[in-house]
């Protein structure tokens, strides 16, 4: 069973940071790419990043600059550091998982966690 855990959101000022994690099981962890997703209410589920099985990264526009992806693989764990947060990051956050390659559309990923609510006030 594969299983997906985020944990790190919560209530934050603007400017303020936050970090996410997201502890994976079920997968064979060190080959895998793992993202972040965001959707905010009435809005499409949008990419935030990912990292690829060998630590390379890609981002979505908004977050270039701003939001950073690590992985640990002894810990099987993804982290999304989210800094200079701003009211329109206000979202729930998932972390998704799948084989090998980065990609960026939500339907390439098969596995989801649950989400973790952030919310940036003004």
């Known amino acids: 069973q594969v299983l997906l855990v985020e944990s790190g959101g919560g209530l934050v000022q603007a400017g303020d940071s936050l970090r996410l994690s997201c502890v994976v099981s079920?997968?064979?962890?060190?080959?895998?790419?793992m993202a972040w997703f965001r959707q905010a209410p009435e809005k499409e589920r949008e990419f935030v990043g990912a990292i690829g099985w060998s630590g390379n990264t890609f981002y979505g526009d908004s977050m270039q600059g701003r939001f950073t992806i690590t992985r640990d693989n002894d810990k099987r764990t993804v982290f999304l550091q989210m800094n200079s947060l701003r009211p329109e990051d206000t979202a729930i956050y998932y972390c998704a998982v799948r084989p090998m390659l980065i990609r960026t559309g939500a339907t390439d990923y098969a596995y989801w966690g649950q989400g973790t609510q952030v919310t940036v006030s003004s």
């Open positions: 079920g997968v064979t962890f060190s080959n895998s790419a």
